[in-house]
């Protein structure tokens, strides 16, 4: 087959983020955009100059590393997995499995079976000769507009005259990520890569930062005023004296520990901890819609007319009736072979366009007219009497978007609201209604109507019709005028209308039930036609998105749920972005087909459920689920406990750096304002790892209420929005906490050992380690966890097994003796008494929630 090629150049088809060349960059500045990391890469950078140090380069270097390690393989993991998936898919020469039928599901939404068919010059050719042939194809450029194509096919004789010119358009179309459903098709392929459709419709991916990412990034800066003012302040009560701008500097050292750098390593442990549970969940290993459709508002008589051969004109109705369920469609029988000569008693199962038709032509053979066989040009019947009736098909006008209506020459169906304009006025009123009356029982109407058209009327149509389709400029608007001229000028015979339900998957209604009363704003933006439902179509849509953005969102954002209908990919992605911009709340978009891949990826967090629409969503989303149901499992319960574990665990981590501070604080303040460190190497690495990680990371396993009572009050999830969990407030109740502890551990330490430097940091760091781990069990709802309560006796464990580990560090002879357990023991009980009898008077004050419900 020889073909003219286009002078344009074609994009590289490889689907990465990172290259050779940009991989470190750009994973170290989205690591280092945050204030966090970047505070912690000036600290380490600090130490290597001499007058600055006041502790082991290590201890500042070590963590640092690690965190950005653990990241940057995470990054190179990733995209080493998004290369071989791409590998895989550019490494595909054709699919085996090929049909005249395909799904767009993965592009549109809809899952309805689109018929696609190949032009008649190329359809009638063997493989041989399709080899042979010259040709050459007039295409439009790459656009995201999934819903048109114009092009021309023209073939030439040996000669390289002209042999014949064909038009192309949507139905002779295959685009990237449909579905081919049955049989073969051979193909050219002429938009590949980047050019395609699905490509085209699809967002970037970007990096997501979780709200509590973000809080802490500002409390982390608060916290670094707060540094800059205490080591300012120290240095004042020294009076300035000496370079004191470099003593400014090493205090700020001294106090880094105020912004601990454990914490991005426990919240990122912690998320692995929680998809963990997560992918363990039963209910967490869907499509919305089941597509099981019911028959409604049948009456036993309509079988019997036809079959009875009734003339009356009520009887001749249904019987047209039926006869146009049967023939306007684009669904085609399958005959499954039972070895019996007899094709009747053979098994038919129909391939159609959408379950809606084929649950019509099902209907039309329940009522006795049977689609014994279909091909490009011609249906037969079999009707009650086991006769045959052969149809010749002349043209078909599939469903569109915008037509909203299929045609057969001539019947004609299509939803009410477009009817409407092309019936009979005479016959409008019983049309309104009876469409409103299906519509209020929820199901999806479909309104019958027919012409009779004469053989000259029909050749004038056809010769015009053939001359429109030719043309490259203005086609769809030509053919839509000699339409209107000859097919749809208003005057269509009513024959009746169908009403179909579709039934929703288990637990949708309740699912959505419960996100509700949780505070969560639902809205719905398909791909998919809602005749019966109240919404705003995608034309609509893309007015208000483009010209009245701010508006059209706040009034929206006002109404208890939205619905848009007829959406594009790039529609919804554009709605998502435009809530989260305007409205800066926390957004999650759910979907379960590739057409929701740039939604998701626009959303704060995406949800994609797997299921017959394929993987595209899943792939995308940051998390995967089954079925729609499993929403309120992933958001009420794992979602919840997620937010309210690592609120805790991070403001418990601020404040184990906190409390060290302040006792380093006392300590400089005790020894004339030096900058000398009360806690260096070992110890300090210690603190923040391996002394207390394991009791404080236990807090991961908290939960204050059951998961049965999550599910009967999703109300409890309101307290998350309105921030109370992580807050000033809070964040300000743990710093009072930090700073009575640290105060009261140093004050008594050097009071009862007075100026033995030895014992003074040996007493004051295991009433430290100690307080550290009464704290968690004070803090937890579950106080009889057994894996929390083996964590603390963990944590003490190492901690004693240290001290003979590291004689360097601690004063053993001391240590043996029973002063300094009881004095240690007095010192823990004087630091945490007080907080916990505050916080029981505190509960019994203003109880929160969750314990009215225990």
């Known amino acids: 087959m020889i073909f003219q090629y286009f002078e344009l150049d074609f994009v590289v088809q490889v689907v990465l983020v990172y290259n050779l060349f940009t991989f470190l960059p750009l994973v ?156 073969t098709i051979i193909a050219l392929v002429i938009y590949t890569g980047r050019e395609t459709r699905s490509s085209l419709n699809a967002s970037q991916p970007r990096s997501k930062v979780g709200k509590l990412d973000q809080e802490l990034n500002t409390i982390s800066k608060f916290l670094f005023i707060l540094m800059v003012i205490i080591s300012i302040f120290m240095v004042a009560l020294k009076q300035f004296q000496g370079l004191w701008y470099i003593t400014i500097f090493r205090f700020i050292l001294l106090f880094s520990s105020i912004i601990p750098i454990s914490l991005r390593v426990n919240l990122d442990m912690g998320k692995t901890v929680y998809s963990f549970f997560i992918m363990k969940d039963k209910k967490i290993p869907g499509n919305i819609s089941y597509n099981e459709d019911g028959f409604e508002q049948v009456k036993e008589h309509v079988t019997n007319c036809y079959i009875n051969n009734s003339n009356n004109s009520n009887d001749n109705q249904i019987k047209e009736f039926i006869k146009a369920l049967a023939l306007c469609h684009n669904v085609t029988p399958i005959i499954q072979s039972n070895n019996n000569m007899n094709n009747m008693n053979n098994k038919r199962e129909y391939q159609g366009s959408s379950p809606d038709e084929i649950a019509l032509v099902k209907f039309a053979e329940q009522s006795g007219l049977i689609l014994e066989n279909r091909t490009l040009t011609q249906m037969t019947l079999r009707n009650p009497n086991n006769e045959f009736e052969n149809y010749e098909i002349l043209n078909i006008f599939p469903f569109t978007s915008s037509s909203k ?18 019936i009979k006025t005479s016959q409008l009123e019983w049309l309104d209604e009876e469409a409103d009356n299906m519509a209020r029982e929820g199901l999806r109407t479909l309104v019958f109507g027919y012409k009779k058209l004469s053989k000259i009327e029909y050749l004038e149509f056809i010769n015009e019709y053939k001359k429109a389709t030719s043309l490259i400029n203005d086609r769809i608007i030509e053919i839509d005028r000699i339409k209107n001229k000859y097919l749809d000028s208003g005057d269509l015979n009513i024959i009746g209308i169908s009403g179909v339900e579709d039934l929703l998957q288990e637990n949708v209604q309740q699912s959505l039930e419960q996100l509700r009363n949780a505070g969560i704003k639902i809205w719905m933006l398909t791909g998919d036609k809602v005749e019966t439902a109240i919404c705003i179509n995608g034309d609509t849509l893309q007015i208000a998105l483009d010209k009245l953005g701010d508006k059209f969102i706040k009034i929206a954002c006002k109404a208890t749920s939205v619905i848009c209908c007829r959406c594009s990919p790039t529609q919804k992605a554009q709605v998502v972005s435009l809530v989260k911009k305007l409205t800066r709340k926390q957004t999650a978009a759910i979907g379960d087909g590739g057409n929701d891949v740039s939604m998701i990826l626009n959303a704060n967090v995406g949800i994609g459920i797997v299921g017959k629409e394929g993987k595209h969503a899943s792939l995308a989303a940051d998390f995967s689920i089954n079925q729609f149901s499993y929403c309120t499992d992933l958001i009420l319960w794992h979602g919840r406990n997620s937010y309210k574990r690592s609120a805790a665990l991070s403001q418990f981590i601020i404040h184990r750096g906190l409390i060290i501070s302040v006792i380093q604080a006392i300590f400089s303040s005790m020894f004339y304002f030096s900058t000398i460190a009360i806690f260096t190497g070992w110890l300090l690495v210690g603190y923040a790892t391996y002394y207390t990680n394991f009791s404080v990371f236990s807090l991961i396993l908290d939960e204050d209420v059951k998961r049965s009572t999550v599910y009967l009050f999703p109300e409890l999830y309101k307290e998350l929005q309105k921030g109370r969990v992580l807050s000033f407030k809070t964040f300000l109740i743990w710093c009072l906490k930090a700073t009575y502890q640290g105060g009261i551990i140093m004050i008594l330490a050097i009071f009862l050992f007075e100026n033995n430097f030895l014992r003074i940091q040996t007493i004051s760091f295991t009433a430290l380690i100690l307080t550290e781990v009464v704290m968690v069990s004070i803090e937890v709802h579950r106080k009889f966890n057994p894996l929390i309560i083996l964590s603390e006796i963990l944590s003490i464990s190492i901690y004693i097994g240290s001290m003979f580990l590291l004689p360097s560090y601690f004063d053993l002879p001391f240590i043996m003796t029973f002063d300094f357990w009881w004095k240690s023991i007095v010192i823990t009980i004087a630091s945490t008494s007080v907080v916990a009898i505050f916080k029981i008077i505190y509960s019994r004050i203003n109880p929160p929630v969750w314990s009215k419900l225990n």
């Open 28 to 183: 170290l500045f989205e690591q280092f955009k945050f204030f966090f990391n970047l505070y912690f890469l000036i600290v380490a950078l600090s130490q290597i100059i001499p007058q600055l140090q006041v502790g082991f380069l290590f201890t500042y270097v070590a963590p640092l590393v690690f965190v950005l390690s653990v990241t940057l393989l995470k990054e190179l993991y990733d995209d080493l997995k998004r290369y071989k998936r791409d590998l895989e898919s550019n490494s595909q020469l054709y699919n085996k499995s090929g049909a005249s039928f395909i799904r767009t599901d993965q592009l549109d939404g809809e899952t309805d079976q689109k018929l696609r068919h190949a032009i008649p010059t190329t359809q009638k050719l063997h493989l041989n000769q399709l080899r042979k042939i010259i040709a050459n194809l007039y295409i439009e450029k790459p656009k995201k507009d999934i819903y048109d194509f114009l092009g021309n096919f023209t073939c030439y004789d040996i000669d390289g005259n002209v042999k014949i010119v064909e038009s192309l358009s949507l139905e002779n179309t295959l685009w990237a990520n449909t579905v081919v459903a049955t049989g």
């Open 405 to 422: 209506r299929m045609e057969i020459i001539y019947y004609c169906k299509g939803a009410d609201s477009i009817m409407k304009k092309l």
